[in-house]
């Protein structure tokens, strides 16, 4: 059974890090782009980042380029995105899930619970 296990949001404030981790289970982990996605209330759920099984290659959507990295660690299945120079815009609900390209896999339906980052003075 996929299982996906986000943590290390919190409050911060603009300009601060956080560096989330999501520990996955269930599959074969290494055999998966991973990737980020986040949520606001009312909204849809939207691709943040993607790495690679061989972590080298990397895609981020615009509004994060050169302040978000995602990483990953196979020996232990899971992946981090450590974040830079936050904005109010970056406060969502952060998730993980195996991707094809920018989607999650069309057979993913495990969503975890997410991992709550607020961005505020």
């Known amino acids: 059974q996929v299982q996906l296990v986000e943590s290390g949001g919190g409050l911060v404030q603009p300009g601060g890090s956080l560096r989330l981790s999501c520990a996955a289970s269930?599959?074969?982990?290494?055999?998966?782009?991973m990737g980020w996605f986040r949520q606001v209330p009312g909204k849809e759920r939207e691709f943040v980042c993607a790495i690679s099984q061989s972590r080298l290659i990397t895609d981020y959507v615009d509004s994060v380029k050169g302040r978000f990295t995602i990483s990953r660690d196979n020996a232990k299945n899971t992946v981090s995105l450590q974040m830079n120079n936050l904005k109010p815009e970056d406060t969502a609900v952060y998730y993980c899930?195996?991707?094809?390209?920018?989607?999650?896999?069309?057979?993913?339906?495990?969503w975890g619970q997410g991992t709550q980052v607020t961005v505020s003075s």
């Open positions: 899930a195996p991707v094809n390209g920018r989607n999650p896999l069309p057979s993913f339906a495990s």
């Open positions: 269930g599959f074969t982990f290494g055999n998966y782009y």
